[in-house]
């Protein structure tokens, strides 16, 4: 069993910048792979960020301006969001994944933070 508690969201104006952090339980976290979604009033879950092992995978819509990274000693895994556009406003969750194969896809996660709003202002 994996607890994540998600924290850092808030409230920003267009092209500021935030950084997410999960933190996890449990002592196999080094193995898993983590991911960050967002959800907006209204939209579905899509995909955001993950790392798995050390290869970093982004979507189009935030590549370049977001970034994951994970600090195993800690347990925690975070998202660097720069850049912030108000299409970013959402509900980020951070989630685990035993395989990670697909990495993109939110039924390959196994494990789901309670999520963080992030609201961007313009």
């Known amino acids: 069993q994996v607890l994540l508690v998600e924290s850092g969201g808030g409230l920003v104006q267009a092209g500021g910048s935030l950084r997410l952090s999960c933190a996890a339980s449990?002592?196999?976290?080094?193995?898993?792979?983590m991911g960050w979604f967002r959800q907006a009033p209204g939209k579905e879950r899509e995909f955001v960020a993950a790392l798995r092992w050390i290869i970093t995978y982004y979507a189009d819509s935030v590549k370049g301006r977001f970034t994951i990274s994970r600090d195993n000693a800690k347990n925690t895994v975070y998202l660097q969001m720069n850049s912030l556009k108000p299409e970013d406003t959402a509900v980020y969750y951070c989630?685990?994944?035993?395989?990670?194969?697909?990495?993109?896809?939110?039924?390959?996660?196994?494990?789901w933070g309670q999520g963080t709003q992030v609201t961007v202002s313009s």
């Open positions: 449990g002592r196999t976290f080094s193995s898993y792979t």
């Open positions: 989630a685990a994944s035993r395989s990670g194969s697909s990495w993109y896809e939110a039924y390959e996660y196994d494990y």
